[in-house]
């Protein structure tokens, strides 16, 4: 109500008489009850339309004093016991003298709605308002308000009831806070965060339930179709800003259309394993899955996938965490592969040789064909040329052998200048030709690369029934060892005739 009402009668329940005979009934009635004259409002409507006026709210709105000029054409009447209490006024002489604190703050907005409603013809109005005890306490209401019989022309008696709504107020006020303090919880979280409907992946394996199907992890094996319906089912509601900065999208829409790009390759398999849990009604899952940005980058994520409570009988409502371990899986990858290779060739290592020998003696396949390389000349290097060009020597030797083994055989450093290539499913033939190719490449590789020659000594050896791989390894290093005594050999034969053919 405004703040500039005029009382004409000095007392509570002192209602004109020609317009109000019941003042008992008003005056002890259980909710607040306020009569007002509104005919000087009236009177100011008629000058407006005069003057042209038509979109009332247009009007108000170019200029808010004109809401102000109509709240002091309001005349307050009456108010009855229990608007005296609300308000904590000791009479009606106390609430009309203190009406600019009754009616404060923004209640100049709530009357110019009442104002547009009594303009359009209607003979009564509602409108939420705040209004403030005497004592200054905040009070919601909630107003209603209509002409009384026999004054729809003149305003001159309107009756207006306030109910206090503040405690529902307060909780709206309360849930709202709740609601953006969980919003800003959700859009700020340092966590990659979603909110999804299931509700149809429900109804699908409901329904393979109801066809009888009790073995679901052979049914979604033999019926990959059914996992790729179940995955398309998917309704994503809502995303927040971690998860576009996470998987590199410009908007919320920029994601969700490109959903394709987001869950493929390996995800299906993924997907498979959570239908199986949620078939066995494991509502909370935790697995770690790969995912990719929408740059194509592979991008490895702890997912944990929870049905929000109260939706465990539709899973309409599910929230999916994603917590980036990409780099920790990098860090993993790197030490395993440390734990497997040889920093410096790139080759296998001999905890890799091992390993893989004790392999294909009990799995096989057999024939198992080994080849021992032992690179010639590294220490000569290492003492004349220094460690620097011994490694580079190596790394030559990594870079050739890599090159000329791929798999199912694999190549192992096992020592200082010592390799070995395991063949399985192999023949001496099979072994020999490998030797012939290393040794093809270890031509054109010298043929790039200045300072000391790279050669190898080899020496082949296949598995005979029954024969443990150890005695093979023996046999193709007896092999290696004949192979470099004759390269030593052609070498001092070399030197000697180089020799002797400058001193001629």
């Given amino acids: 109500m405004p703040d500039a009402m005029i009382s004409t009668t000095g007392k509570t329940g002192g209602a004109d008489p020609a317009g109000w005979t019941e003042t008992a009934i008003f005056d002890l009635a259980p909710v607040p009850l306020w009569i007002e004259d509104y005919s000087g409002v009236n009177a100011l409507f ?13 009007f108000l709105d170019a200029d808010p004093s004109r809401v102000a000029a109509a709240a002091r054409r309001i005349r307050l009447i009456d108010v009855n016991q229990c608007t005296l209490a609300l308000f904590e006024a000791k009479s009606f002489e106390d609430i009309s003298a203190n009406l600019d604190t009754v009616f404060s703050g923004d209640m100049l907005d709530s009357h110019k709605e009442e104002l547009i409603q009594l303009w359009d013809g209607q003979t009564e109005f509602e409108s939420y308002a705040v209004n403030y005890t005497l004592t200054g306490k905040r009070l ?33 006020r309360e849930l709202a806070v709740s609601e953006a303090f969980a919003r800003g919880l959700f859009e700020h979280s340092p ?21 009888g199907i009790t073995d679901f992890r052979t049914f979604v094996d033999v019926h990959p179709d059914f996992v790729s319906r179940c995955l398309s089912e998917i309704r994503v509601i809502d995303v927040n800003r971690h998860t576009l900065e996470l998987f590199g999208a410009d908007s919320r829409e920029d994601l969700l259309s490109r959903l394709g790009e987001v869950f493929r390759g390996a ?22 899955v790969v995912n990719y940005t929408l740059g194509g980058e592979p991008l490895h994520v702890h997912m944990q996938f ?20 990409t780099a920790r ?11 497997k290779h040889d920093i410096l060739t790139k080759l296998y290592n001999r905890s ?23 690179l010639n000349g590294l220490k000569t290097v290492n003492d004349v040329m220094g460690h620097a060009a011994g490694d580079a020597l190596l790394r030559r030797a990594g870079e050739v052998l890599n090159e000329a083994v791929h798999e199912p055989c694999h190549v192992a450093r096992i020592g200082g200048d010592e390799f070995v290539v395991m063949m399985p499913a192999s ?23 200045t300072g000391a020659d790279l050669s190898f000594s080899l020496g082949v050896a296949t598995a005979r029934p029954g024969e443990r791989l150890e005695e093979t390894v023996k046999r193709a290093d007896a092999e290696m060892y004949e192979a470099k005594r004759k390269h030593y050999e052609d070498e001092n034969r070399d030197r000697r005739r180089d020799g002797s053919g400058l001193s001629s």
């Fill in 191 to 211: 966590v990659s965060l979603w909110v999804e409907d299931f509700s149809a992946v429900k109804v699908l394996i409901d329904d393979a339930r109801l066809r």
């Fill in 427 to 449: 023949s001496k033939e099979d072994g020999l030709q490998l030797a012939e190719s290393i040794a093809e490449l270890v031509e054109v590789n010298n043929q790039f690369y």
């Fill in 140 to 172: 919601d209401v909630q107003l209603k308000a209509r002409l009384l019989p026999g004054h729809e022309s003149d305003w001159k008696r309107l009756l207006i009831s306030t109910e206090d709504v503040t405690e529902r107020e307060d909780r709206r």
């Fill in 267 to 288: 995800m299906e398999q993924h997907f498979r394993e959570q239908l199986v849990d949620l078939w066995q009604g494991k509502l909370f899952q935790q697995r770690e």
């Fill in 306 to 325: 929870s049905v929000f409570p109260g939706r465990e009988s539709d899973w309409s409502l599910v929230q999916v965490a994603l917590t980036d371990i």
């Fill in 46 to 58: 008629e000058e407006w339309r005069a003057e042209g006026v038509i979109c009332i709210r247009e």
């Fill in 329 to 339: 899986k990098k860090a993993e990858a790197y030490l395993e592969y440390l734990g």
């Fill in 352 to 374: 890799f040789f091992v390993d893989e020998l004790n392999r294909l003696e009990r799995k096989g396949p057999m024939p198992v064909t080994l080849i021992v390389a032992d």
